[in-house]
């Protein structure tokens, strides 16, 4: 059965872009924005993570930047709405596999953030982004969203919080996945990752010139939520009355 595309119903391309550094909420509020307007939910990291693992199952190794960039510019990876009610967010299509689950395997997550510093694979990555964006109703998730892969998106929104509270957050989802971890220890890699992300020369983390900042520190889900869709509606004038409030 071939997926419906995500632009069926009504209207033209609108994209939601958010950004935002590790652990700000990202993934969590661009979920639920997506579903409340019936828009597919896309996190571009997912894309890095197809790559990475098309990689280790061609044994190619991750450390030759020059074959996984010639692989990462010969597949064509597709992300659509759910496509199977197993809990996933999305399915991750690689040359018309289904790969969603693999992406979340122990050795993607060794290797996906060697792949995703190549400047090759970005700029192959982006081209498919820009793909997916511009055929939908899309709320993008990333690092880079506002200011490279959909600059011209009608609304961007850059998640932030101080680097405590996104330990903070961080440390108890860690610990609720009954993982030993040390809060000074979370805030000092969440530290050096801000370095990282802001120092890279492709793609720096930023919020675009024209991002609303939405400074989470002390707000629930439900408010940065409701801050997000109040945006949407007034920006993109999203109809209220089709909206899908959780029961």
Partial sequence: MIPKSHNDEHNAPLVIAIDGPAASGKS???????????????????????????????????????????????????????????????????????????????????????????????????IQQRRIGLAGRVVMVGRDIGTVVMPEAPLKIYLDASPEERARRRYRELVQKQQDVDYDAVLASMKMRDAIDSGRETAPLRAAADAVTIQTDGMSIEQVVEAVAELARSRLHLDPDRERHPS
């Fill in 28 to 126: 969590t509020i661009g979920e639920a924005v997506a579903r409340r307007f019936g828009f597919l939910y896309f996190d571009t990291g997912a894309m890095y993570r197809a790559v990475t693992q098309a990689a280790l199952a061609r044994h190619i190794p991750v450390e030759d930047e020059a074959q996984v960039t010639r692989l990462a510019e010969t597949l064509h990876i597709d992300v659509t709405p759910p496509t199977v009610a197993d809990g996933r967010q999305y399915t991750v299509l690689v040359e018309g596999e289904d790969v969603t689950w693999e992406l979340r395997s122990p050795a993607v997550d060794d290797h996906v953030s060697v792949v995703s510093a190549y400047p090759g694979v970005r700029a192959a990555m982006l």
